[in-house]
């Protein structure tokens, strides 16, 4: 069954750092998202990106951070110059349906 | 904009006993409604979902209901399984949109 990868599982990196977290959608999804999940927290929506453009961000999603779709594959999440509290679990998620399907995930650790 | 709360926040179950997740909303718009298992170290994986123009929704052991008119919904499991141990999110959404996602409900069962 296709499913959503993301690389790397874990990431450390110095704050202010960029850091560059990356997803393979399943192959015919349209729409692609990125979600965080603190700690204990809830899963929290940050962007989601259709046709090539961002069609919806959060408040989160402030110009530290950057999405793109570089080739016909990857989806990736740029976070420009990270601070601590952007520790968290990085969801890429792609959407067929309604039906949103969520990858495994990236731990990013910002010390 | 759309809030999910869920209740309980942990939950635990003998073997063969059912289960119980509760969770309301606030914007009326919203019309899908999914859940999502969250296993350790795993991505959110569905595991059933809802649309508003049905109030039930049967896959083997598993259940969803809806009521509009009060602007919540539940998740039923029933006779549940040492694997059904495991993070359980609900969400909410329009059209399939971003998911707004309730904080999460902790099942043990019990052997």
């Given at each position: 069954e296709p499913e959503v990868t993301q690389t790397p599982s874990h990431q450390v990196t110095q704050m202010g750092q960029e850091v560059i977290l990356r997803c393979v959608p399943i192959s015919n999804h349209l729409y692609f998202y990125w979600y965080r999940q603190i700690l204990g927290q809830k899963v929290e929506f940050l962007v989601s990106f259709y046709n090539n453009e961002i069609s919806e961000k959060s408040e989160i999603f402030d110009d530290q951070f950057s999405v793109e779709r570089p080739d016909g594959s990857n989806f990736t999440l740029k976070?420009?110059?990270?601070?601590?509290?952007d520790s968290a679990m990085y969801f890429c998620a792609s959407n067929y349906q309604e039906t949103q399907?969520?990858?495994?995930?990236?731990?990013?650790?910002?010390l | 904009g759309e809030n999910v709360e869920q209740h309980p926040s942990t939950l635990s179950v003998q073997e063969g006993d059912s289960a119980v997740i509760?969770?309301?909303?606030?914007?009326?718009?919203?019309?899908y409604f999914p859940w999502y298992k969250q296993e350790l170290g795993k991505?959110?994986?569905?595991?059933i979902d809802?649309?508003?123009?049905?109030?039930?929704?049967?896959?083997?052991?598993?259940?969803?209901?809806?009521?509009?008119t009060?602007?919540?919904?539940s998740l039923h499991i029933t006779e549940t399984q040492p694997e059904d141990s495991?993070?359980?999110?609900?969400?909410?959404?329009?059209?399939?949109?971003?998911?707004?996602?309730g904080g999460g409900t902790r099942l043990m069962v019990k052997p």
């Open positions: 976070i420009r110059s990270t601070k601590l509290e399907y969520f990858g495994p995930g990236t731990r990013l650790l910002v | 509760k969770c309301t909303y606030s914007d009326s718009a919203s019309n991505g959110p994986q569905l595991i809802i649309r508003s123009n049905v109030g039930e929704k049967k896959d083997q052991r598993i259940a969803v209901t809806l009521n509009k009060a602007k919540h919904f495991a993070v359980y999110f609900c969400a909410a959404s329009m059209r399939g949109n971003m998911l707004t996602f």
